[in-house]
């Protein structure tokens, strides 16, 4: 506990370091824990913390610690959604961030409206190029999916979601950035909806994701230390 309690501050710390050089206000961003692939107790540390929005990669990883979460958590799902796990998504989750494909939109609504459930979802978009990341990579394919869900009358399109190149470097991971948030700017001009929602920046990268204008940041490792295999 201790250790996590120290990682907390030190993330808070970069956050508020991040936000004072791009001139936003602290709560502006929201941090996430991510809690795929960590050990018991994980959980209620970050929660003896006050955090109360967690992140998790995997439906069935979810579900099976789901006792774990407090009461008044608010998790999404911000892994890959599998077309054969849109039925526990959609009884589960409290978002879905990483939406990328017209038949797996279909399929999630086509869930939600058997419970008669309504949720905020996400885009993932691959602004990286990079063949291992998930996310639609064009802006044709970006349309498709945004008009799938909006004719859904169970999803909320709230935003756009990414994950970071692999680097270490601001030069290359703030042009990324910036092309997630050129391409809200583009779908709130032909949607008319306000898109609030940037996540992106996670453990490496969330300074020049908030420079950027990333809402929230997705941490795991720096708060937890390195995941369980």
């Given at each position: 506990m201790a250790s996590i309690t120290e990682n907390y501050t030190r993330i808070e710390e970069r956050i508020q370091q991040a936000c004072s050089r791009g001139q936003r206000p602290r709560d502006d961003v929201r941090l996430m824990a991510v809690t795929k692939r960590q050990p018991p107790g994980a959980i209620a540390n970050a929660a003896a913390m006050g955090l109360r929005l967690f992140g998790e990669n995997r439906v069935q990883e979810a579900l099976a610690k789901r006792d774990q979460f407090p009461p008044d958590?608010?998790?999404?799902?911000?892994?890959?959604?599998?077309?054969?796990?849109?039925?526990?998504?959609?009884?589960?989750?409290?978002?879905?961030?990483s939406l990328d494909a017209v038949r797996t939109v279909e399929e999630l609504e086509r869930r939600l409206a058997a419970l008669d459930r309504t949720i905020p979802v996400l885009i993932e978009v691959n602004t990286s190029g990079e063949d291992s990341k998930q996310g639609v990579r064009s802006r044709e394919d970006l349309r498709a999916v945004t008009e799938s869900i909006m004719?859904?009358?169970?999803?909320?399109?709230?935003?756009?979601?990414?994950?970071?190149?692999?680097?270490s470097d601001e030069r290359v991971l703030r042009p990324a950035f910036a092309s997630l948030r050129e391409m809200r700017e583009l779908l709130r001009r032909e949607t008319g909806l306000p898109l609030d929602e940037l996540s992106m920046g996670m453990s490496n990268d969330l300074e020049a994701a908030i420079l950027e204008g990333s809402t929230m940041i997705r941490v795991g490792t720096a708060l937890f230390g390195e995941r369980r295999e």
């Open positions: 958590a608010e998790i999404h799902l911000i892994g890959h959604l599998q077309r054969n796990k849109a039925r526990d998504a959609a009884s589960f989750f409290a978002a879905v961030q004719a859904a009358p169970h999803l909320q399109l709230n935003g756009l979601m990414t994950i970071g190149p692999i680097s």
